[in-house]
């Protein structure tokens, strides 16, 4: 049953890529460069090392793990595989991995083929990637499988009585290194026992990410601190910097901007396009400018009071100069990245719809995140922080905490699986 449902998935795949889907596209194509992209790029005798990771989340809690590999075991190869074009397409020039390509469609054949090319020493799949045949693969050729930031929860088909043949599999796996308690009394029940509670070596990344993150200068001077020649000292403004943001979000954060002229607002949308770029533009009654036009030099910084984001790659470094973060997504699908804000020490605002976020409740029960449901909610929140300060400094110390008491989930992994 389980590799008819894959042969099915793979045949639907293929007929909306010919259809024009482009992702189902680039999927097909990606997939026929792998033989040989192995066949280039490893050789007998090479140590490899190989990590897995569905999409772009699942990489960056792999990515403590590669960037340590790299630094304190060059001998080692690392092999990257994805599933998602939008992990691939994004990551296929990641310079700390040796080899990079999607992960063959879970078959039998296909799990020979690629291990035989592979020829992987260790194999490393991050959170919830657990594919059957390739664990049965690993385990007939007794390479060690290690599951990383993984986390269970009852809902899923292992624990149900007709995931049972995917529970064998999990079986299988060298050792898990889970996120909680909940996930080994879970793996408990199906008699899995190589168990450890490490984390989530997000908060590693998110750390990482922070200490290499570089000064934006135009962002500095828009949101009062310095100036790009450091000559000038400017009195910081209120900023609220809001990531990740959707329609819903925006509906509530920019009426608030409009009617405060105290605040300053940072917009880093989810979709960077034309129309929704547009759209935001048309509720703004305060003067703003897009980053791109600040780097220009078309408008000053000290001329605009909203900046909004026209591109990506800079949300993790703006956060440092917030006053207080919003998450997007939060009326919709679910919210974004809460560590990468809260590591800068700072407030964070999220909506509702967060509870299969374990960072998120966490925070929330600490005091460095706080719940909205309504403009209504956000207006008091952000009228109570403006009103009283110390509030802030409290809330962000427990954000500051927070992640520092979660960090070292990758030093711990490394460190069984590669030794001290």
């Not at 009394?185 to 200490?211: H, M, P, W, Y």
């Not at 605040?263 to 960077?272: S, Y």
């Not at 009654?285 to 984001?309: D, H, K, M, T």
Request: aromatic content about 12%.
């Amino acid at each position: 049953m389980y590799n008819l449902a894959i042969l099915t998935y793979w045949l639907l795949i293929r007929l909306a890529a010919l259809l024009g889907h482009k992702k189902a596209r680039l999927m097909v194509n990606g997939h026929k460069m792998v033989s040989q992209t192995l066949k280039d790029k490893i050789q007998p005798g090479d140590k490899v090392v190989w990590f897995h990771a569905a999409s772009l989340g699942e990489f960056e809690q792999g990515r403590p793990l590669m960037e340590r590999l790299r630094r304190e075991r060059p001998e080692y190869k690392i092999l990257l595989t994805f599933f998602s074009p939008s992990g691939y397409e994004v990551r296929k020039n990641y310079e700390v991995a040796d080899i990079i390509t999607y992960l063959p469609i879970d078959t039998p054949l296909n799990a020979r083929r690629f291990i035989r090319l592979a020829r992987p020493e260790i194999a490393i799949f991050i959170k919830y990637e657990f594919w059957r045949n390739y664990i049965d693969r690993l385990a007939k050729l007794e390479i060690p499988l290690y599951s990383v930031s993984s986390i269970f929860r009852p809902s899923q088909y292992y624990f149900k009585w007709w995931g049972s043949g995917s529970a064998g599999s999990l079986r299988k796996i060298a050792h898990f290194f889970v996120q909680n308690e909940e996930s080994v009394e879970l793996l408990g029940s199906l008699g899995i026992e190589q168990t450890t509670v490490v984390g989530d070596t997000r908060f590693d990344r998110v750390i990482d990410i922070k200490d290499a993150a570089k000064p934006l200068p135009l962002i500095e001077r828009f949101a009062g601190r310095v100036s790009d020649d450091a000559a000038q000292i400017y009195a910081p403004h209120f900023t609220i910097v809001a990531g990740s943001s959707w329609a819903p979000d925006e509906d509530i954060l920019i009426p608030y901007f409009n009617a405060h002229p105290a605040v300053r607002l940072i917009l880093a949308p989810h979709v960077v396009s034309a129309e929704h770029l547009d759209a935001i533009q048309r509720k703004l009654a305060r003067p703003f400018a897009r980053y791109s036009q600040l780097l220009s030099g078309e408008i000053l910084p000290e001329n605009a009071e909203c900046v909004i984001i026209d591109c990506y790659g800079l949300l993790s470094s703006i956060y440092r100069y917030a006053t207080v973060a919003y998450i997007g997504g939060g009326f919709g699908v679910g919210i974004h990245n809460v560590p990468e804000a809260a590591v800068y020490g700072v407030p964070v605002v999220i909506g509702p719809n967060n509870r299969r976020f374990r960072e998120a409740q966490d925070l929330l029960a600490a005091g460095g995140c706080h719940e909205i449901r309504r403009a209504k909610d956000f207006n008091t929140l952000i009228n109570d922080f403006m009103a009283h300060p110390d509030l802030i400094e409290t809330s962000g110390t427990a954000s500051r905490e927070y992640i520092a008491d979660h960090a070292g989930a990758a030093d711990q992994i490394f460190n069984a699986i590669f030794g001290e």
